[in-house]
């Protein structure tokens, strides 16, 4: 196990740049996931910790090791591919113990090895089969059994989860959480779905247009994005956002008005008057009532029933924005309904899309 | 199914069963006629053997007064040695052309496709000064180097196909796995090719055991003759031994059929299921 230092990374492609001045430092042990939407640059970044895709200029360490230069082999790493990648011609036994031929494991060692991960990944009744003949679940196993026979130094995850049913994700998701308990392993995950990133993330890296948007603990990204961006993307249905403007700023309160809310007072901090803002409110923290720090009044469109709770579309000055309403009590497609929010559950953000209202991580709430 | 379709698909049938026909007929003939007398070749050729007509002398008089067996062996070495060479250089080749950029790759892809475009015939002459020089006249590696050349070029176009279609993440896979190269391609990449391989070897060894033209003005003596060559020789200007070109002619079916059963099996398409997805 070790730790992973990356160091104004880029990536160029002809004129196209993929990966911009990517800066980040992963301790030793740390389960962290890449996340972001298709073509942010996540997997290339994590090709290039393999050393599968070469850099156009940056340095990467792992263990304290400068990488660079060194073949996939020979930088203690192993990947776990969103297609599997087993080889079809080979049984699992042979899968797990064909690379460790030419790195010099001795034969006695080599089956130590897969006994070992065949334990930890109930493959053992699985050994003598061929991919062809195991589930998408079993052959996602077999691929992370293939990268725990090397003992990496750190673990590479490319959108692993993707090809599997619903049901399966979420137990094969439980499964590797477990597995980095049991092997206190440094984890580099790629993934587009924030649930997994939010549940298996000590630390969750969101990539956009190949830069890194914020770093930081699921719930800090989640209480506290730094950007518009994470704001609106982690988050499901993701944050509803207000145009504003600072109307007045008085006594350390700043007195914000846009379309679709009613008034809002904020502590002023650096805010002047006349500042374009952005208000953004989840819609789990929007809640039915008359009176609260933020308010909008609007007609409900449609309704989405989930069960446990309903998605309320509420139509405000010619725009739309999402309420969670919790309980059997939905709101009805064309009641006329006030929603309400608390001061600690509203995002602002300024004209350059930064965060500028006060953090409020878990730990402050 | 409806009347319609029904109809449709019998006219389709009749169509395959007429063409089948047109293809096995002369074949079925020339093996029917080769274990008939010379008699009852003559006396009606489309009946097949009886116990009257039944005979073996074609094959007898073959096996006795030719050297059939001598141009069997330099078939079968010149036919099987120059598959092995073009199945190994052309996936080699084909591998190399589709996995690694290097400079003047694509220009060398072009080279090689020349080969498809341009029929090797055409330099007959300068082979034969070639061979000539190069001290290799009158001899089966003379053949053996002209039918590399000429299979090549098509096979390294069919495998850079097939070569393709193998997910990318296996060769990542294996390359963080630590497999040298040569080996990805030898046990990963070549056991996957399976199926194109035997495609590629049936396309390549037809027209090499077919072929009459290279033994023609390559090999002089009855030593280095091959099958289609020898069996020329009962095919006189004025007397046509029939029933040793019938019965030779039989012979020298036998083997392209027999490779074509044992590739056939190897045709199995799929083989990558399981590997991705």
Redesign the interface.
Known sequence: MANLRIEHLNKRFGAVTVLNDVNLSIENGEFVVLVGPSGCGKSTLLRMIAGLDGASSGDIHIAGKFVNTLAPAERGIAMVFQSYALYPHMNVRKNMTFGLKFTGVPPAERERRVAEAARMLRLEELLDRYPRDLSGGQRQRVAIGRAIVREPAVFLFDEPLSNLDAALRVSTRVEIAKLHRTLKATIVYVTHDQVEAMTLADRIVVMNKGRIEQIGKPLDLYYAPANLFVAGFIGSPAMNFFEARVESVEAGRAHVAGAGFRSLDLQAMSLKVGDALTVGVRPEHLVRGTEGAFAAEGVVELVERLGESSFAYVRTDDRLFVAEVRGRQTPAPGERTTLIAAVRDVHVFDASGRRVSAHTTEATR | MTVEQRARSLGVHLVLIAYSALAVGPILIVVMNSFKARNAIFGAPLAPPNASTFSLIGYEKVLRTSNILTYYSNSLVVTLVSVALVLLFGAMAAWALTEYRFRGSTALALFLSIGIMVPIRLGSVAILNLMRSAGLNDTLTALILVYVAQGLPMSIFILSEFIQQI?K??R?????????ES?IFF??VA??LRPAIATVAVFTIVPIWNDLWFPLILTSSDATHTVTLGVQQFLGQYITDWNSVLAALSMAILPVVVIYVILSRQLISG???????
């Open positions: 997910p993440d296996l990542d896979a294996a390359r963080c796995d630590g497999v040298p080996r046990e990963v056991p996957l083989l990558t299921s399981g590997a991705v997805k």
